[in-house]
């Protein structure tokens, strides 16, 4: 996605950003102060060190090579992590395990040290606090009766906490605003391409691909408009017919159909008045409303868009391919008030003529009554 398309999409989609954002921070916030339950977290420290009263000096260099391995603390991590260990330490205390289902334990080994960070959250500073060094000591005696080579003690007994580790408002408030302003960013951009689709698809719907005209069913859809805006008003319907690439029309690359099509569309708006209507009436007809416009005086107009249009085309990535339209064309003028389907299947019966006689533009003359 380009740079500047982005920020187009931005700017276009900002108050879905603002309101996302907006959301996003007032939910933080309600969760936080009336919803979340604050979490303690009491952490104590261990440092494990060879036993200095059973390791003579020949085996101490051998002991602290072994702990460089961090085989030996990762063991003691894991008897801190043990659930057996946790259970037998609260039964010590006389304590029901199910008392402290809301507590969480972790041991963590500290980088480039011999250090094991223990930590218990829970919802009561002191309850964590308590648990962190009675399940710490229970544990340090355990290891004790199994190793004597090494020891592991206390370096920092934990105390009870004053303030939760979560939630924190503002820092959750700020997370959330950085999260609202991304969604708010991916529903801007969805928007926009969603928009953009239907507004294709729509296109689709009134205007033809190929030729860029108005469709066949949307040319009659704004006649009749214009007719039931002014049910009197005379309007000629012309049929134009592009008898020079019938027999080639098929082979053409569709690129170049393309090509043909749509420098005809631009040829019949450029010569019509702008409140003139162009349309795709079949695969290789044209139609044209000319509004207030009879019949006799629109004679010169398409006479003059027929020589336009019989000039040889050129089209791009084939100069050496010259395309001759010779367009036939019928029309018909609507001053009794008939149906749209009477007059244009006057402008047919006009066309009719025009491919069969030499005279390649005519108006259909024949009327009832005159």
């Given at each position: 996605m380009e740079i500047r398309f982005f920020f187009k999409v931005i700017q276009r989609g900002w108050w879905m950003i603002l309101i996302s954002a907006l959301l996003a921070v007032n939910f933080s916030l309600i969760y936080s102060y009336y919803i979340a339950k604050p979490e303690y977290e009491a952490v104590a420290r261990f440092i494990v060190s060879p036993n200095l009263q059973n390791t003579d000096s020949r085996d101490m260099v051998n002991s602290l090579e072994a702990l460089d391995k961090r085989s030996i603390i990762a063991t003691y991590a894991e008897v801190l992590n043990s659930y057996q260990i946790t259970n037998e330490?609260?039964?010590?205390?006389?304590?029901?395990?199910a008392e402290f289902v809301e507590y969480t334990t972790s041991a963590t080994l500290l980088p480039d040290a011999n250090i094991i960070r223990y930590s218990v959250q829970g919802p009561d500073p002191e309850v964590a606090a308590m648990l962190a060094n009675?399940?710490?000591?229970?544990?340090?005696?355990?290891?004790?009766?199994?190793?004597?080579?090494?020891?592991?003690?206390?370096l920092d007994k934990?105390?009870?906490?004053?303030?939760?580790?979560?939630?924190?408002?503002?820092?959750?408030?700020?997370?959330?605003?950085?999260v609202g302003i991304v969604i708010g960013m991916g529903l801007a951009i969805f928007r926009d391409q969603l928009s953009g689709?239907?507004?294709?698809?729509?296109?689709?719907?009134?205007?033809?691909?190929?030729?860029?005209?108005?469709?066949?069913?949307?040319?009659?859809?704004?006649?009749?408009?214009?007719?039931s805006k002014q049910p009197d008003v005379v309007i000629t319907l012309g049929i134009i017919y592009l008898n020079g690439i019938q027999e080639i029309y098929d082979s053409l690359p569709q690129m170049y159909v393309n090509q043909i099509l749509r420098k005809v569309t631009e040829t019949l708006k450029y010569q019509l008045r702008g409140n003139d209507l162009v349309g795709r009436w079949s695969k290789l007809q044209f139609s044209v409303l000319l509004l207030s416009t009879d019949g006799t005086a629109a004679l010169s107009r398409l006479e003059r868009i027929r020589e336009i249009l019989d000039q040889p085309m050129t089209l791009e990535g084939a100069e050496e391919l010259s395309i001759h339209l010779d367009p036939r064309i019928g029309f018909a003028d609507r001053q009794g008030g008939e149906a749209v389907s009477v007059t244009s299947n006057q402008a047919e019966n006009a066309l009719d003529v025009s491919m069969a006689s030499d005279v390649k533009v005519n108006m259909y003359k024949v009327r009832p009554f005159g």
């Open positions: 330490a609260l039964q010590m205390l006389r304590k029901n395990p009675n399940i710490g000591q229970y544990a340090i005696d355990y290891v004790r009766k199994l190793y004597i080579v090494y020891n592991i003690d206390f934990a105390t009870a906490p004053e303030e939760p580790y979560k939630p924190r408002p503002l820092q959750d408030a700020l997370l959330a605003l950085l689709t239907l507004a294709r698809v729509g296109q689709r719907n009134i205007v033809d691909y190929e030729s860029n005209a108005l469709t066949r069913v949307q040319f009659e859809r704004r006649v009749r408009e214009e007719i």
